[in-house]
């Protein structure tokens, strides 16, 4: 059974270290800051200069100007910090981010991915995306294993213009956790009830399956 989005967020959120600096892209890497473990200290960090945003608000909580990058409304934990988006970006390339969540739209087994450009599409844009892949050593692409008409996201090589080049090692779908090394995705874990022949059948690019792969608990 594919993982919901939720899921897919509380497994990423596992990645997660106390003491971290991290910036969660648009779509389902957003979720990750619902799902923080208790009693970790983590600051997550915004393109639009916000450092330390807490969980979606409330009704009662929401306030229009508090927004992330991708223009959704947030909240601010103890301690946050407001500045503006030079020095956000000189965070960024400046390698201060721990852990960086990517959504995208392909990945492929070079470790390339492409996430801000579907050619007659009408696509948000680049964002910050080119500046945090080329700023963080530590990334997961999160995003579902294949599109909507099936065909499968993890690729040989990207077909769509790319965000940057030989920058991805960890992927997480909707079927499995996998690791990019040596020019194949390698199978690290598998959705609960997905078999890795499955998840094969789905995979376009080379896949490394070894004699065991963990199911995930929640």
């Given at each position: 059974?594919?993982?919901?989005?939720?899921q897919?967020?509380?497994?990423?959120?596992r990645?997660?270290?106390?003491?971290?600096?991290?910036n969660?892209?648009?779509?389902?890497?957003?979720?990750v800051?619902?799902?923080?473990?208790?009693?970790?200290?983590?600051?997550?960090?915004?393109?639009?200069?916000?450092?330390?945003?807490?969980?979606?608000?409330t009704?009662?909580?929401?306030?229009?100007?508090?927004?992330n990058?991708?223009?959704?409304?947030?909240?601010?934990?103890?301690?946050?910090?407001?500045?503006?988006?030079?020095?956000?970006?000189?965070?960024?390339?400046?390698?201060?981010?721990?852990?960086?969540?990517?959504?995208?739209?392909?990945?492929?087994t070079?470790?390339?991915?492409a996430?801000?450009?579907?050619?007659?599409?009408?696509?948000?844009?680049?964002?910050?995306?080119?500046?945090?892949?080329?700023?963080?050593?530590?990334?997961?692409?999160?995003?579902?294993?294949?599109?909507?008409?099936?065909e499968?996201?993890?690729?040989?090589?990207?077909s769509?213009?790319?965000?940057?080049?030989?920058?991805?090692r960890?992927?997480l779908?909707?079927?499995?956790?996998?690791?990019?090394?040596?020019?194949?995705?390698?199978?690290?874990?598998?959705?609960?009830?997905?078999?890795?022949?499955?998840?094969?059948?789905?995979?376009?690019?080379?896949?490394?399956?070894?004699?065991?792969?963990?199911?995930?608990?929640?």
């Amino acid at each position: 059974m594919a993982l919901t989005r939720e899921q897919m967020a509380m497994r990423v959120a596992r990645e997660l270290q106390d003491g971290y600096y991290v910036n969660l892209g648009i779509g389902i890497p957003t979720l990750v800051a619902n799902f923080i473990p208790e009693g970790m200290e983590v600051m997550l960090q915004s393109e639009n200069g916000l450092l330390g945003m807490g969980p979606f608000p409330t009704e009662e909580e929401i306030d229009a100007d508090m927004i992330n990058a991708g223009k959704q409304t947030v909240t601010a934990a103890t301690g946050a910090s407001i500045f503006s988006s030079a020095e956000s970006f000189a965070m960024i390339r400046g390698g201060h981010v721990d852990l960086t969540v990517l959504g995208a739209f392909e990945v492929d087994t070079q470790g390339n991915i492409a996430s801000w450009m579907i050619p007659g599409k009408l696509i948000k844009g680049m964002g910050g995306a080119m500046d945090l892949v080329a700023g963080a050593d530590n990334i997961i692409v999160t995003m579902t294993h294949a599109s909507k008409h099936g065909e499968s996201k993890l690729l040989p090589k990207c077909s769509l213009p790319l965000t940057g080049a030989g920058c991805i090692r960890k992927v997480l779908t909707d079927l499995a956790y996998l690791e990019i090394s040596n020019g194949a995705f390698v199978l690290k874990e598998r959705a609960p009830g997905v078999s890795a022949e499955e998840i094969k059948e789905k995979t376009a690019g080379e896949l490394v399956v070894p004699d065991f792969v963990p199911e995930m608990s929640f």
